[in-house]
T-cell receptor, first 116, second 115 residues
Framework: DTGVSQDPRHKITKRGQNVTFRCDPISEHNRLYWYRQTLGQGPEFLTYFQNEAQLEKSRLLSDRFSAERPKGSFSTLEIQRTEQGDSAMYLC??????????????FGPGTRLTVL | AQTVTQSQPEMSVQEAETVTLSCTYD???????LFWYKQPPSRQMILVIR??????QNATENRFSVNFQKAAKSFSLKISDSQLGDTAMYFCAFMTPGDNNDMRFGAGTRLTVKP
């Protein structure tokens, strides 16, 4: 399967703990996006990378959130000192931008975070 | 600010019939893309269809077609010959190309196809 993969699929943690999620994009996709989706809502943009550079962050991404894409391939999203309000599905998407109108984003299965 | 509105939280349709899901958006941009994504229960989001705003012709993908009304800022999805596998949440999304690439999603429409 060459689609976007995310790990873990589910994470239960206690309030105050740190968690880290991983996303592996489609091979050769140069853009990688993180979204958060709460129950009954559409995904909300958090941040995105062009290769290894983080180009934009949403105001939703508080100081407790950090994302990296060290070699322009996989990405990690870390949440420090988790709060109950962080409970959500965290989605990763990737796309290939090659100078033309091809920026269709392909989504992974998501990581569902539950903060107790 | 760019917003996407899906005014139908839930819809249902009989198998083999046609259903139309509504989406409106608000933007001051002239060049943008519109998407419909499908999210089946407990499964990942997949692209159904996309439309470039500069194209006047409505996009079609097999049983899925859109009615894109740029002046009205409307982008509805028509599903013909509905199948049980079409049961899912459907999200309308908007994106402007360029440096600012965040995709804005509507709240979704839950579609149930009944046998």
């Amino acid at each position: 399967d060459t689609g976007v993969s995310q790990d873990p699929r589910h994470k239960i943690t206690k309030r105050g703990q740190n968690v880290t999620f991983r996303c592996d994009p489609i091979s050769e996709h140069n853009r990688l996006y993180w979204y958060r989706q709460t129950l009954g809502q559409g995904p909300e943009f958090l941040t995105y990378f062009q290769n290894e550079a983080q180009l934009e962050k949403s105001r939703l991404l508080s100081d407790r959130f950090s994302a990296e894409r060290p070699k322009g391939s996989f990405s990690t999203l870390e949440i420090q000192r988790t709060e109950q309000g962080d409970s959500a599905m965290y989605l990763c998407a990737s796309s290939l931008v090659a100078g033309g109108p091809t920026d269709t984003q392909y989504f992974g299965p998501g990581t569902r975070l539950t903060v107790l | 600010a760019q917003t996407v509105t899906q005014s139908q939280p839930e819809m249902s349709v009989q198998e083999a019939e046609t259903v139309t899901l509504s989406c409106t958006y608000d933007t001051s941009e002239n060049n943008y893309y519109l998407f419909w994504y499908k999210q089946p229960p407990s499964r990942q989001m997949i692209l159904v269809i996309r439309q470039e705003a500069y194209k006047q012709q409505n996009a079609t993908e097999n049983r899925f077609s859109v009615n894109f009304q740029k002046a009205a800022k409307s982008f509805s999805l028509k599903i013909s010959d509905s199948q049980l596998g079409d049961t899912a949440m459907y999200f309308c999304a908007f994106m402007t190309p360029g440096d600012n690439n965040d995709m804005r999603f509507g709240a979704g429409t839950r579609l149930t196809v009944k046998p």
